[in-house]
């Protein structure tokens, strides 16, 4: 039985797994998919033997000879120009977001996170466009992971925002003192 | 909604509650999005001469993430991918970017 590796939704490779690990990692129809002996990524429907895994039971595919040993991850493979990957997700549009929106939300100092998902997400592209695979991969990967982090710490702020608001409202707005405070320098944002 | 609802009904201007600007705060220079909430307000009042006075970008950025949002929501990338590409692209980017950056020095000047 095979081993295989595959790449998750987000750009990530994981492995190595056999059909049936294949099979609880929830992959999908188009999920690419390597496993030694295949010249590229293929999507997991045109494989035979992980057809079991989308017809819905466990255990119809027949025993393999011999178990193989695993050989080391190859690189996805794509140097021959032939693009049939899907491109990585980009990432692009949610990192602009996650730019513009901290200036709208006032914590203009978080749009330098979506910054950086931006420099990496317009790698994506290019690196995609000049056949770099793996170098687009990655590119995709860390857009996301800094993408994601701007939400994160996005959601965070406007959680803060409202809790503080509530507060203010409860406690403050009759206590002249606590609203002094907080109009000292003259300027909302 | 509920935010809509409170800019509407409260004016930063003269409610305190509404938080501050931890740029302008720490620096004393205005950042790009200083007055959002201001410009915000009178944009829902149809007061687009004080939403200018008081914050220009927000007068772009707001309907440009809204267009952002329903690209993203609507899978934009599949069904219109011409126009992703137009407002969302690389170069889009370095643009959007780039003005933020040159308001934002301007507004201090």
Redesign the interface.
Known sequence: MNRYFYIDSEGKQKGTFTPEELKSENIKKDTLVWTPGMTEWMRASNVTELDAIFAGHAGSYSPQPAAQPVTPPAQPVNYGGSQQQPMPKSW??????A???????????F?LLG?IG?VH??KV??LYARGDYTGSLEASSQAGKWTKIAMWIGIAWVVL?IV??IF??AF??SMAGI?DV??G?G??? | MAAAFVFYFFDPEEITFFPRCPFLQITGYECPGCGSQRAIHDMLHLDFKGAVAQNTLILFLVPYVFLGCCLTFFNGKRRFPKLEELFFGKWAAIIVVSGIVIYWVGRNL
Do not use: K, Q, R
């Open positions: 692009l549009i949610e990192s602009i977001l730019t513009v929106l901290p200036f709208i939300l006032c914590s203009s100092i749009s910054i931006i997400a317009s592209e290019s925002w503080a608001i203010l409202i403050g707005v609203s907080f109009s320098s300027y909302e944002i």
